[in-house]
């Protein structure tokens, strides 16, 4: 072959195969880039880290819907909800609606066209109807590896009954609470020391990422729903200000995971009395830690003992912070000081 025609076909067969490498990446680029249409459907401050990062992808947030003006403050001021603020924030339309199943809200809703409905601590149950509305269906962001601690405050139980590991599940919203299909799961370890709202707040962030990378798999059409096993599943029911009141005649143990697991809210409270003074003030426990202690002098659950540590029905409680009624979180040495704390002092339950 003359040397002019070898040079013709080794530069053609080149182009080919850039042409051929071409592409392929513009498929994957084009890939990459499908995007769709999602409503979001919540109100707590736990979906924020994942509207940030919907309100950054190539995916479009179109409308927001979110539970109406809520009492909040010691003077129970109707305020909106911390979803209702990012979107004025952010200019994304939003709604406030109090029954998002009527069919009206249901027309609203279709009229944004909604790819995939996307639900984050919305606090109101959603009906076949809705769910089934978008192509793509609805999913939910839930704060635990379902399906352990299926309910309202996963976070809070967790860590109560001393669970070591938590996580993130992305699942189908089903028509049984938190009984959906697993699309995917994120696990973290809970730390030692750590309170309900520090790991809400680092769960919050975990569940950013892998919304996104679960929303472009449903999109691609790679996404794999797994059932769950609802033998093993586990309620994590909503908490009441009730649940936080301490009984000391409990290990000391169980009452350091209820105040890690009732810190910020609803608190671990009891009431404290001055044996000294004969007052008592109702006091919220940010902070303890279970220490061992044979009690050798017989006291009384909720006393405190020579090194100030309250008595409990096994070992001691060892307070380091606490917020005393109508005043600032603080270290419970500097309430001792204030309050001249003697051992004798003692907690008691609150009644109501």
């Not at 979107?87 to 609606?97: K, L, N, Q, R, T």
Request: hydrophobic letters at 40%; proline letters at 6%.
């Amino acid at each position: 072959m003359p040397r002019d025609e070898t040079l013709w076909v080794a530069s053609h067969r080149n182009l080919s195969l850039l042409r051929t490498k071409y592409n392929t990446s513009f498929g994957k680029i084009k890939k990459k880039l499908k995007t769709m249409n999602i409503v979001y459907l919540g109100s707590g401050r736990f979906g924020l880290e994942c509207l940030d990062a919907l309100s950054r992808s190539d995916h479009s947030l179109k409308f927001i819907v979110t539970q109406p003006l809520q009492q909040a403050g010691r003077g129970r001021e109707p305020r909106p909800t911390p979803v209702a603020c990012w979107a004025d924030e952010h200019s994304v339309p939003f709604i406030e609606m109090n029954n998002v199943n009527t069919s009206e809200n249901i027309r609203e809703i279709a009229g944004h066209e909604p790819d995939l409905i996307v639900v984050i601590a919305f606090g109101q149950k959603i009906g076949s109807e809705l769910t089934s509305l978008p192509p793509k269906s609805a999913i939910n962001v839930h704060a635990s590896l379902l399906p352990k601690y299926r309910g309202a405050a996963p976070i809070n139980w967790a860590i109560i009954n001393g669970e070591t590991t938590t996580g993130i599940s992305i699942i189908a919203l089903a028509e049984k609470m938190d009984a959906g299909q697993i699309l995917s799961q994120a696990q973290t370890d809970i730390r030692a020391d750590e309170t309900a709202g520090q790991l809400h707040d680092r769960l919050a962030e975990i569940a950013a990422p892998l919304l996104l990378k679960t929303i472009d798999q449903i999109a691609d059409g790679t996404a794999v729903y797994a059932e769950q096993n609802h033998a093993g599943a586990m309620l994590a029911p909503k908490l009441t200000k009730a649940d936080g009141f301490l009984d000391f005649a409990e290990p000391a143990e169980v009452l350091a995971r209820k105040i890690r697991g009732f810190w910020p809210w609803p608190g671990a409270s009891a009431t404290y009395v001055s044996k000294k003074a004969g007052k008592s003030v109702r006091v919220t426990i940010a902070m303890a830690e279970s220490v061992e202690t044979s009690n050798p002098a017989g006291l009384p659950t909720g006393t405190l003992d020579e090194n100030l540590n309250v008595i409990c029905g096994e070992n001691a409680l060892k307070i380091t912070r606490i917020k005393p009624s109508g005043s600032a979180l603080m270290d419970f040495k500097d309430f001792t000081n204030g309050r001249q704390t003697q051992p004798g002092d003692s907690f008691s339950k609150l009644d109501k």
